[in-house]
């Protein structure tokens, strides 16, 4: 801008030529951005839905992004906004006990916002407790996520505005944690599983799966503080165990399955008896997996 700025000074003549086709040109980009939506995907069990995120007091709906950034959702809710597109503030009220909640795509929509990448939507199906076998190809969760992408895109196409996926975020694999028979295969189970999710949102073998790589170490050692050693379902040391395959396979996903990323969730503030994130906790998460994901966009 400073070289163009004195090519102007030097010959005044060339103001209206260069300015006329950069104005166009910025029109242009304008234009097209808008005609353009890309979808996030979020997905996975409790802490991917945000069991104890609680809204209350977290300046949830303040944000430019929590206002604009377009919503369609299923999961454990009262009320679930899957037939058509809703601000991402809209509430996500729990079922079992009507607290209104959020999961990490509120920090993810917060930082890409920021960031430059403000045509976005999500969507966001979950279920709490969900273990991997439950995402089968054909079942309920994998057919309702692929819906909710369907939708969003209809919502979008009405409006004259083409969306596409972009990037999914997966958030599971505490319920496998806590079995030797689930634990065991989960790295080969995950391996073949990210492409069938990929397949069930329509988005291509480039589009980045970025995994928050999930723990129940917390909640071991919460169980052991107050137990001694009598932790449940199983002794605390093969809970710890079975955690470590499955953090362990995540962590083996970024090699063998392209285009897959790794955000550990371990160090993030976590809710009473710390298997759950707290608010504060979830926007964090969702703060560095939205940053992941705009590394890849």
Not at 143 to 157: F, N, P
Not at 222 to 241: E, G, N, T, V, W
Not at 247 to 269: E, I
Request: glycine share 8%.
């Amino acid at each position: 801008m400073k070289r163009l700025a004195v090519a102007a000074l030097a010959v005044g003549v060339v103001i209206a030529p260069i300015a006329m086709p950069l104005a166009t040109a910025h029109a242009a980009m304008a234009a097209a951005r808008a005609s353009r939506v890309g979808i996030v995907v979020v997905a996975g069990q409790s802490n991917a839905e945000g069991y104890e995120s609680y809204a209350a007091g977290t300046g949830f709906g303040l944000a430019t992004a929590d206002r604009t950034v377009r919503l369609v959702d299923w999961g454990d809710y009262s009320t679930s906004h899957d037939s058509s597109a809703v601000a991402l503030d809209t509430p996500q009220v729990l079922a079992v006990n009507g607290r209104q909640v959020f999961g990490p795509e509120v920090g993810i929509a917060r930082y890409l916002w920021s960031h430059g990448h403000q045509d976005i939507a999500i969507a966001k199906v979950t279920k709490a407790g969900s273990a991997l076998a439950a995402w089968r190809t054909g079942g309920q969760l994998l057919t309702e996520l692929g819906y909710a992408v369907s939708r969003l895109k209809s919502w979008e196409k009405a409006r004259g505005v083409t969306a596409t996926v972009v990037g999914i975020v997966w958030m599971q694999g505490e319920t496998d944690s806590l079995s030797a028979t689930t634990a065991t295969p989960y790295r080969a189970a995950l391996a073949s599983f990210l492409p069938r999710l990929r397949d069930a949102v329509h988005a291509s073998s480039r589009t980045p799966i970025v995994l928050a790589e999930t723990t129940i170490a917390p909640w071991v050692a919460f169980q052991d503080s107050i137990s001694h050693d009598r932790c449940s379902p199983a002794p605390c040391a093969s809970l710890l165990a079975w955690n470590r395959l499955v953090r362990d396979g995540q962590r083996a996903a970024t090699k063998s399955v392209g285009r897959t990323f790794v955000v550990d969730s371990a160090t993030y503030p976590r809710a009473s008896i710390q298997i759950h994130l707290n608010a504060r906790g979830e926007l964090d998460l969702g703060k560095a997996l939205g940053k992941a994901l705009a590394r890849r966009l």
